[in-house]
């Protein structure tokens, strides 16, 4: 690992802290609809920012856009670090935090492959993946956590904006001493010409295959556990071997890829045809092939971004910024393609069809070759 590369891991393990408002929500508030809402305004944001957020790499560099995202994290932390904010408040600081993670993904992904060595990006963006998965995890642990010590116990749910505080500014401080020599853009870019990438049959469809595999992960943490219910295990015992067992090994799979020299082609290959078995084995609804599927299924999962994402990029590097935020706007396929596997019944076997059906999209597009070795 170079020491480049260090201050961007860090960047990918704080945008980790977005994830964490899903379990904070239920301590702020026990509306259910009012809770909702802060998840929704981080989601929301990645739809409304992700491109103009690419084009704004493409414009002023991907590491301005980072340090911008990196100090809009840091100024939405800081309003519940330092204050007790009313509702709307904190709703607005949240969502400040949602546009500057997107910032941070638009430009994180793409950044990595100016300070990663010839061949090592798509090893080192799956390792970025892993880690991210880690500050995911962290984050949410932390919330918890930190009210056992005396101070942070006192500030109740706001006790974890502190450390979250310090981390961000020290990623802000860490970013803006980094020399990086990035890929410069083609031409000068535009939401329209942005878009306009999707007219070409390479990017429409490797940008779909984002959509549909980011809705079927969502998929697995919604209806894992439902599942595992009706197949006869406690709830406890379900959370365990549903979806904490399929994240567990999602993020393991990650941090193991990002050591690993392989042939990004072959690996998002791999990785498509363990995730379409994996839910295979779900659907038989045969309790130890279900638990096989999800160890399966974690496997498969873990690498379909990063190498989905590096092989795209490889294809025009210098559209790697406008191509970074029409992928992080198909993060939108969390919200839609679980609303179908609902509509068959969600926490049933079958209904796992629909995240087999877009792994078997993915499978079809890992045995698409390149065009560069086409042409």
């Not at 116990?153 to 979250?164: D, E, L, N, S």
């Not at 031409?187 to 940008?207: H, M, Q, T």
Request: charged share 10%; with cysteine.
């Amino acid at each position: 690992m170079q020491f480049k590369t260090l201050p961007i891991f860090l960047a990918f393990l704080l945008m980790g802290v977005a994830d964490a408002m899903g379990p904070l929500s239920s301590a702020v508030s026990a509306n259910p609809f009012m809770a909702a809402l802060m998840p929704f305004f981080v989601f929301i944001a990645f739809a409304l920012f992700s491109v103009p957020g690419g084009v704004l790499a493409a414009r002023i560099g991907k590491k301005k856009l980072l340090l911008l995202g990196l100090a809009l994290c840091t100024v939405a932390v800081a309003v519940p670090a330092f204050l007790n904010p009313p509702f709307p408040l904190l709703l607005a600081a949240i969502f400040l935090l949602g546009v500057g993670t997107t910032f941070l993904q638009v430009a994180g992904n793409p950044i990595m492959r100016d300070v990663s060595n010839e061949g090592d990006y798509s090893r080192n963006l799956a390792l970025a993946q892993g880690i991210k998965g880690v500050g995911s995890t962290a984050s949410a642990f932390l919330v918890t956590a930190i009210t056992g010590l005396a101070y942070f116990a006192a500030m109740g749910w706001r006790g974890a904006f502190p450390v979250f505080f310090v981390l961000m500014a020290l990623a802000l401080l860490l970013v803006s001493t980094l020399h990086v020599q990035e890929a410069q853009a083609e031409v000068p870019p535009s939401v329209a010409n942005s878009l306009a990438l999707l007219k070409e049959p390479v990017f429409a469809l490797a940008v779909f295959g984002i959509f549909v595999y980011v809705g079927a992960e969502v998929c697995m943490a919604a209806f894992l556990k439902p599942t595992l219910e009706t197949l006869g295990l406690n709830a406890k015992a379900a959370a365990l071997a549903g979806p904490s067992l399929f994240f567990g090994t999602l993020t393991v799979g990650r941090l193991v890829a990002g050591g690993l020299k392989v042939s990004a082609r072959a690996f998002f290959r791999l990785s498509a045809i363990l995730g379409l078995a994996g839910l295979v084995f779900i659907m038989t609804g045969t309790k130890p092939l279900v638990i096989l599927g999800v160890v399966l299924g974690g496997l498969g999962f873990a690498n379909i971004w990063p190498m989905l994402f590096s092989i795209t990029v490889e294809e025009r590097p210098g559209r790697a910024s406008e191509l970074s935020g029409l992928m992080c706007m198909a993060i939108s396929g969390g919200a839609l393609v679980p609303l179908a596997m609902a509509r068959l019944g969600g926490g049933r076997p079958v209904a796992f069809v629909v995240p087999a059906l877009c792994f078997g999209y993915l499978v079809i597009l890992s045995m698409k070759g390149s065009r560069k070795a086409e042409a």
